[in-house]
């Protein structure tokens, strides 16, 4: 325990930052399932706190997930290369293989129906027959692919992240900073039952997707597909994932597909300086468009047939697009999900207003809503707030006193003129469609007699009509030539959510090009789960979807194949606070779900169905009775001078002369303010009047509210304003390039019709081979690695190619990375071990590649007995004739480590210093070595263990005065010392004491979202 008391409570409940080190014994000793301090008497107002006690929390999840590879635990024994799986589509769903080609089949399916003589197998062959007869889509490639294979691999865990053990470090960093509190430690106690991630023994660590370890929320790097499909092969999660939200390209622009940088949204075509140097975004914009619409479709139905067998029973998928491809979109997912299993499609608002355009402009995109199963959907209805002000439907009111009034046209638009606690009314049909016979009768209310309009009836029997009329519920209409049901506004309040979202403004601040306003999503999250459900959204940008999902209590996992798009997802949520919403059953943790507001849904059959307005009538009317009784006795005694006009019922508009004999007033006669002509022996019984009136109608209305069902308003948990909450914890993983070529091997040809592949990998590395002999490397300073020679070796897999260095006639042995994947450590170590088999022995082994895995790289800079080196390679490599002409056609660079610094100050503590690293300049074609200006984030774990980083420091020195860090300001206040917070935003470390491990680790990632990694050791 840390001088901050710094502990973490049991799975599915909440981790509190400062809690007293007695309430962690408390928990380990209790039980798993302690259920969380109850909330104090404390609140929160506008978002912030005023005491540095307020608990910082995040939810934990108590499933559990396979054990995926740690990153520092891989070698090609512990993770070989997997057989690719083969997906094939269903014929069932596709006509186009079904009726056009498949005749045979068909007259089987028909003979085969009449052979078993059953009535509901031959419905079911006809229904079938009746599908395959619709009309369907078809693209280039579409009939020839009937099947595709996608490589298996493992997901390699690369950081293990806490927000909450992160801000604990800066609090306590602020404190030590301040003097407040001794040096700090380099790691917290984790309680035994709370910490963050479960590390599994080694012996079972090493055993990979074999044990099942706590849950952990995930942000991967890399093909959806190969995410998806590693999910089902490998971690055996088919059936696990409740909802799916896709947002694919929604056209071929640039702007609408990549973001290169970071710190940079406006992305523009035709525009060098935008153009994206990742591989990975490369090759995934020509798979996606190389056909125009044609791979399009190949590139969405692929990943929508995956995401079919990953979907929960009741699950549902939502697709993102605009008017563009909205009707092929429709058409692809009637081919996986059938047509039956579409459920709706929305339109949201994307534009506050319009700009012009040519010709009518739209400012609405859509979302396409699939079930997996329509009649076993999960849904969870959601409410708008109705709004009855200015709407003359709503043109009358009810009083305190029960008597429903007209409005005037100031009340209408103006409801703070009505009197205090009337509440809006709007009359209602009392006579649907058609007519029954215990609805045929006349009914007298307030003198008159009212009829059924001509061939229909009341709604209600006559024993419901009766009590409509004592809950005040009945309204003159029409001249009193019929009557109405009173609706109040105070029944319903809320309206359903329909597929029409206006109210959807895009975010008034976007931290990605292309980034999805936060209302949509949310919505369809509440819709289609309930806290603790699985969200998977296989098109992270900036990880709005992740954002939500933590908001609402989901556990979620999210891809995308673009590094800045994770960079900028991952601070996103390390940096974004949320509300605590109090659980419904803590001790059954998140599962359980929230405790939500409710509101009424009070209904006509509800009032005439309840006995209670006959008991509380006949209890409390007749003190009514007595009372008007009084007042009348009062009024014939001493009769006002001038005559009472009526307001109400059938003698409304009548003057009423109390002198004469016999007049008397009618109960629903007697006005709510006191005339001031009247006797004062009158006050008193008018005054009971109304106080009796008044209690029994609140009675009623107490009775109706009780009697009535409630909604459940699933957007508004309730909020513990005693609690602060964070991004819980999460693990950053990576597709690793599922294999590499030998220099012999080619891919095998795909159609050229069908596809978006090209050549093989193996044709690229000839002309690698043959750029590299030519130009060199590259170094700094403007040295020069001149080869005389570079041959192919034939036994060689990881060794690609062969030769002399032209100053020292050394041998030199190359390894080719993948074309479009980052070079990873499996590769390293397969290509030391085939250099380590060569004779004679090469002196230096070059690794060249686009972009190096931060594991990979650490290998090379640590490799010993031979000069290991990295060499970047220009991505203008991968253009072939679009490459763009250059000063220096420099191909190749000689990449160095990252230059930390780690000094040990005074009081033996250890601080770290960022001071540059390599960085290739895309404008100039050239490597640019140091500066710091380029850094868009740095971690740093203190004590490193070699399976994956865990940071406990992070630092953002490209955040703006409202990013990183000063995200959680607002609401941290107390916590985060404004005028200290700067640090934070720099590159040099808090200070720090040595770990167990005595490593450290520090991660630089540069504005486009590339990595590098450098280990030291604290000797």
Partial sequence: MDEDGSTVVPPQVALPIAAAESAALAIARASITATPRAPRQSSRTSGATDTADTPVVSYRHGDRRRNNPEVGMVDPETDPTQPKTRWAYDPHLDPALQFDVGRAAVERLIDDALASGDEKVMRGALEQLKRQAEPYLAWTGKSERTSFDVDTVSLHVHE????????????KGMKYSAGKIKPPPAHFQLGLYSAPFENLPLRDAIDFYKHDKGWSNRLISGDSLLVMNSLLQKEGMAGQVQMFYVDPPYGIKYGSNFQPFVNKRDVKDRKDEDLTQEPEMIKA??????????????????????????????????????GEHIHRVRSVLDEVFGPDNHVETIAYRTKNMTLGGQLLEGVFSYVVWYAKNKEKVKFRRLYLQSFAEGDNHWGYYIGVDGNVRKMNSEQVHDHSKLPEGADPVQPMFLSPAGSFDTGLYSF????????????????????????????????????????????????????PLHNIWADTAPPAEKIYAVQTGEKVIDRCILMTTDPGDLVFDPTCGSGTTAVMAEKRGRRWVTCDTSRVAITLAKQRLMTTSFDYYELKYPHEGLKAGFIYETVPHVTLKAIANNPEVDEIWNEMHPAQESALG????????????????????????????????GTLLKEWEVPLEWPEAWPTQARTPFDILHAERQAMQRKIDESIKNHSEREILYDRPKVAKDKLRITGPFSVEAVPFPTVFAIDETQPPVEADVAIARSGESSRQHQWR?????????????????????ETLPDTRYIHGSGTIADTGDRIVVSFGPEHGALEQRQVEMGMREAGELFPRPKMIVFCAFVFDPEAAKDIDQTKGITALKAQMNTDLLTEDLKKARASNQSFWLM??????LRTRKDGLYEVEVCGFDYFDTTKGELVSGGKGKIAMWSLDTDYDERSLFPRQVFFPMAGAKDGWHRLRKDLRAELDESRLECFHGTVSLPFAAGD???????????????????????
């Fill in 997 to 1019: 491990n005595r490593k450290i680790a520090v991660k630089v990632v540069d504005d486009r979202g590339i990595e590098s990694l450098k280990i030291l050791r604290l000797d």
């Fill in 160 to 171: 293990r992240i806490d927000p909450a053990s992160i801000l604990a470090a800066v609090r």
């Fill in 444 to 495: 007298e209310f307030r003198g008159t007699s009212y009829d059924p309009p001509p061939g229909r009836s009341w709604k209600s029997p006559i024993s419901g009509m009766r009590r409509l009329s004592m809950a005040s519920r009945l309204i003159p209409y029409a001249d009193g030539g019929t009557l109405r049901y009173a609706l109040r506004f105070s029944d319903y309040p809320v309206s």
């Fill in 770 to 790: 043959d750029e590299l002999l030519r130009t060199g490397i590259r170094g700094k300073g403007g040295q020069m690695l001149k080869l005389t020679s570079l």
């Fill in 896 to 901: 160095g480590q990252p230059e930390i610094e």
């Fill in 285 to 322: 914009f020509r798979d996606t468009w190389e056909l125009g619409v044609h791979s399009y479709l190949t590139f969405l139905r692929d990943r929508v047939l995956l995401a079919h067998p990953l979907l929960h029973e009741s699950g549902s998928i939502f697709v993102q697009i605009s």
């Fill in 630 to 661: 009084d007042l009348n006795l009062a009024l014939g005694k001493q009769a006002p001078s001038e005559p009472f006009v009526v307001s109400e019922g059938v003698r409304r508009g009548t003057a009423l002369d109390f002198r004469k004999k």
